[in-house]
């Protein structure tokens, strides 16, 4: 299928409320304003086609970057294409839409451990994003390498820009529900970091606080884990 033609099914399916939502979200620039759901029907139609991914994310629209993260073929994304993709993110929105195609690359951990240095609020964020992901699927990355985030976010958390925040909250999170080792030690770390400012806009998002949420979900262990 040609681009051309998804971009006009995207089109028909977006409408001016769902618009309205993702400007309170940040996003910006052109779009159709697609809700998840009938993007998830059209992507689970389309399957995964790297080709088609590629000219979607070329189109700019953002609904089609979020499709065009959804079909991409993680093992034929390289380095230098995801440099290219992350230079396009200008929302939270898409960052972390591009945060779950990275994390299933072959070259996830290198970029997450690159990313997560970063000041740049997107490319930090998509960073961070990418370790909680990375935390709960992962199996290369040892005890130390977790250790070593959970003491770099305590370090610099409350003096890094307000997405990475978020960002590095969800990556506690992530990293408390590993094992029951990493629990008490994600536990800790969050009860030492105290209260995470998030600015989350004119939306009715909120900040989940770490302990709180670990502990929950632990104690269901049925519960959704973060993503």
């Not at 953002?62 to 959804?70: E, G, K, S, V, Y």
């Not at 972390?96 to 299933?104: F, N």
């Not at 250790?147 to 307000?162: C, F, M, P, T, V």
Request: aromatic share 6%; net charge positive; charged share 30%.
């Amino acid at each position: 299928m040609k681009a051309t033609a998804v971009l006009r099914e995207l089109e028909g399916l977006g409408s001016e409320p769902t618009r309205r939502t993702y400007r309170r979200h940040g996003v910006t620039g052109e779009q159709y304003g697609v809700l998840y759901a009938p993007l998830g029907k059209l992507a689970k139609r389309l399957k995964t086609d790297q080709e088609l991914a590629r000219g979607l994310w070329a189109s700019g629209n953002h609904d089609a970057r979020i499709l065009a993260t959804m079909i991409a073929d993680p093992a034929a994304m390289t380095g230098s294409e995801l440099d290219k993709w992350i230079s396009d993110v200008d929302n939270y929105v898409l960052a972390d839409a591009l945060a779950g195609l990275a994390s299933r690359t072959p070259v996830a951990r290198k970029k997450m451990e690159k990313w997560t240095r970063s000041t740049h609020e997107w490319v930090g964020r998509i960073g961070w994003g990418m370790l909680a992901r990375l935390a709960m699927a992962d199996t290369t990355l040892t005890d130390e390498d977790f250790d070593r985030y959970l003491a770099e976010i305590e370090r610099r958390i409350h003096g890094s820009k307000n997405r990475i925040r978020d960002a590095m909250n969800m990556a506690v999170i992530a990293i408390g529900l590993r094992n029951a080792a990493f629990e008490k030690k994600a536990v800790a770390a969050a009860m030492r970091i105290g209260t995470v400012e998030v600015d989350h806009g004119d939306t009715g998002c909120k900040t989940p606080d770490a302990v709180e949420y670990i502990t929950k979900v632990k104690s269901r262990p049925s519960a959704k884990r973060p993503r």
